[in-house]
């Protein structure tokens, strides 16, 4: 599928999807909490979530950054975005600003000192332009965690692979010409696996950014 068109549906995907996303935000919690143990976030630091969806990592990454931090959030559903805001007006939380656009072309002022992306970075429809943009906006010495899925990589379970593949296509818009750990791989300074689940179904990926990548 080509990236406009992949785009376009996502887009359509998850706008149907941000009224009904509950259940998702309370299965995968325990993940993502551990996924943002990894930031190793500290009062002030700046933090980019990336594909942030209604915003379900808002509470714990702004409760990280405190009062004197910030986090920015990007996503290209319109009715994500929309939730996302909602549940930061609810909160009256102002150091967190919500902002729709595609990963791969978003430009915020300034460097971020970590990113998170859990669970958006397979369903895009070019998961390498997202990882080097994110890069780019990392500030030397930054810190990029990404908690997703792929497919299932040794053992028998491989036979349920394609069955996997078409589910994950029609519900999340994924796209299997993603390989984000690869991507990651090939754009980070320094990447390491370091949590699976469900035979590496699952999978978080912490990436630095070297510190003296700026000079
Ligand atoms: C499965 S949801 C993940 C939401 C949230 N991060 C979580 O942990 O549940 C995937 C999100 O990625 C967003 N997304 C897909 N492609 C994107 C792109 N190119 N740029 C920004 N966001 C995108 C979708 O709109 C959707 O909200």
Request: negative net charge; aromatic residues 8%.
């Amino acid at each position: 599928m080509a990236t406009d068109e992949h785009l376009a549906r996502s887009r359509a995907v998850w706008d149907r999807k941000s009224d009904r996303y509950g259940m998702s935000e309370r299965d995968f919690e325990p993940i993502r909490e551990t996924a943002m143990d990894y930031l190793e976030l500290g009062a002030g630091d700046r933090v980019l979530d990336v594909g942030c969806g209604p915003g379900v990592n808002f509470e714990r990454l702004r409760s990280d950054v405190g009062e004197s931090g910030s986090v920015v959030a990007v996503d290209y559903s319109p009715e994500m975005v929309a939730n996302a805001r909602e549940r930061v007006d609810r909160h009256g939380w102002e150091n967190v600003e919500v902002l729709c656009a595609d990963a791969t072309e978003v430009d915020p002022d300034g460097e971020f000192d970590a990113a998170m992306a859990s669970l958006s970075m397979a369903v895009m429809p070019d998961a390498r332009r997202a990882v080097e943009n994110v890069y780019r906006l990392l500030a030397p010495g930054g810190t990029f965690v990404v908690f997703d899925l792929r497919r299932v990589q040794t053992g028998p379970a491989r036979v349920f692979n394609p069955l996997l593949w078409r589910f994950l296509r029609w519900y999340a818009n994924w796209n299997p010409e993603n390989d984000v750990l690869e991507a990651l791989r090939t754009v980070s300074d320094e990447t390491d696996v370091v949590e699976t689940y469900a035979a590496g179904v699952g999978y978080t990926v912490r990436c630095r950014k070297r510190p003296d990548s700026g000079e």
